[in-house]
């Protein structure tokens, strides 16, 4: 750069500029260098912890207002829970199952509008596609459901004939709840639920696909929770574009590239430097120092907080216990060619429900059944998948040596995808290719205690920390599936990083 800037200089002036004294010119020299350590100083307006789909959004967001924003991500993969690997040649997706909140083109209400909106991004950009059809699969009950609220409506009144004007009551309550989960509420959603309708068999088909897809808390989850949860899944509905959670990622990192926002991969924190109440800088783990206005956290509120300096926070929250495995069984055929037509299964196959951390390395009595391959995609997917996720034990995995893990991987899996062909067809002789994560896959990609998917039991929908300029995005802040975590990283970029700016236009 001295080059350069010496190069536009005439030789005469160039030359006379050595014949200076000598205190003269190395004042200008320092001068200089201060200059230009102010140019390169790594003091930003935002420092973002964490590429996941939140992090990446508010840094869209900040970006978009012309804040220097800096994420910081600790692999060399983005998207945290929703990522993806290559192995063997094939394309996996970690964590997406499909894209919840779904609404056709043009609809101008509800989360993934708003997130279009806010990030100035095109509707197409995302190349989501609509599910084939879903079902919530009981021994002796199932219930379809689509996109259309209609479909699962006439489900539930034609297996539980008596509840029809409770539920309908139940709909109306639901919709009218806050819709974008702004504030928390501790209101037992079962408890609520109950107030409509009394059947044990109906409640626990509504909370089955909602707490799989949401619950951080054991057996229930509070009625914001449930109301966001049910819109989600039952009111606007699933979508998933043909190339998986990477397209969503690669669009997201190119626009907050685009926008001059700066990405740093296989970049750990190692601590969150406190002063006065007020984060004083950001200290890596290689012992750099980073300096910013503000932090934004989407690593998790317990996680978060074990990096700060100062009294430990965590005990005011304990952390999340609920994990899952996930086997993914690649096939030579399509799912539908072996009569499987369902995008999603929602299944359990014992009395009563049971959504809690089990006892043994996972529990086999209900689980998730999904199929990549069952949208309305305008063409063909490659290869068939069936995707099987059940409820673990971290701890019991954890404790594991690396032999033992890798033979208990061995034999959950014939397990967890046997559990499956009761709801579903048998496509075990299909199978060409398996692969599977267990709750320590999700502990190392994520950092959640116990492997927790959706992290502690009590949320923080404020996102804000006992320090006056660190906020958090993400799971903890209350969010949870690819449009929640999108709409957390906006909410608080808006509600707290913004404030200045946007008020002051």
């Not at 109301?227 to 397209?247: C, N, T």
């Not at 068939?384 to 690396?402: C, K, Q």
């Not at 999108?486 to 970029?493: K, L």
């Amino acid at each position: 750069m001295r080059g350069g800037w010496c190069a536009l200089r005439s030789r005469k002036r160039l030359n006379s500029a050595f014949t200076l004294p000598p205190s003269t010119f190395n004042f200008q020299l320092s001068t200089l260098d201060s200059r230009l350590s102010t140019l390169n100083s790594q003091m930003y307006d935002t420092i973002i912890i964490g590429a996941g789909m939140s992090g990446l959004a508010a840094g869209i967001r900040l970006a978009h207002f012309e804040q220097r924003v800096c994420i910081l991500e600790r692999h060399n993969v983005i998207g945290g829970l929703n990522s993806f690997y290559r192995q063997g040649g094939r394309n996996y997706d970690v964590g997406l199952h499909a894209v919840t909140n779904f609404t056709p083109k043009g609809t101008k209400r509800g989360p993934l509008a708003r997130l279009l909106r806010q990030l100035r991004l095109g509707w197409d950009e995302l190349g989501l596609v609509p599910q084939v059809g879903s079902q919530v699969a009981y021994p002796d009950v199932r219930l379809n459901f689509s996109n259309d609220l209609e479909l699962f409506t006439s489900e539930v009144n034609r297996h539980f004939p008596r509840e029809k004007d409770n539920f309908q009551r139940l709909l109306g309550q639901v919709a009218d709840y806050d819709q974008l989960g702004a504030s928390g509420s501790d209101r037992s959603a079962r408890g609520v639920v109950g107030g409509f309708t009394r059947d044990p068999l109906l409640i626990d088909m509504l909370f089955c696909p909602l707490l799989y897809y949401g619950g951080a808390r054991e057996h229930d989850m509070d009625f914001n929770q449930f109301s966001i949860m049910f819109r989600a899944i039952f009111m606007e509905g699933l979508a998933r574009p043909l190339a998986g959670v990477r397209l969503i990622l690669k669009k997201l990192v190119r626009k907050f590239k685009a926008l001059g926002g700066e990405l740093r991969l296989r970049t750990g924190v190692g601590r969150i430097a406190a002063r006065n109440g007020t984060v004083e800088k950001v200290v890596l783990e290689d012992g750099t120092e980073l300096e910013a206005r503000r932090v934004l956290s989407s690593a998790g509120w317990r996680e978060t907080m074990r990096l700060c300096d100062g009294v430990d926070q965590t005990a005011r929250q304990p952390p999340g216990r609920l994990s899952f495995i996930e086997t993914i069984s690649v096939l030579d055929t399509q799912p539908q060619a072996l009569g499987h037509k369902h995008t999603i299964v929602f299944f359990n196959n014992s009395e009563k429900f049971s959504y809690e951390k089990p006892d043994a390395l996972a529990d086999l009595r209900s689980g998730v059944i999904c199929s990549p391959n069952n949208f309305v995609y305008d063409r063909p997917v490659a290869e068939g998948v069936m995707r099987t996720t059940a409820l673990a034990n971290y701890d019991r995995w954890a404790e594991l040596d690396e032999q033992s893990y890798r033979l208990e991987k061995l034999r959950w899996y014939d397990r967890v995808v046997a559990s499956a062909v009761r709801f579903v067809p048998d496509f075990r002789s299909s199978v060409i290719e398996t692969d599977m994560f267990t709750p320590t896959t999700i502990r190392r990609f994520t950092g959640h205690e116990n492997g927790a998917v959706y992290g502690a039991p009590k949320k923080r929908y404020d996102g804000r920390t006992h320090l006056e300029n660190l906020f958090i995005c993400g799971t903890d802040q209350g969010m949870v599936g690819i449009i929640g975590a999108i709409v957390s990283g906006i909410t608080i970029a808006n509600q707290h990083l913004l404030k200045e700016v946007v008020s002051g236009q």
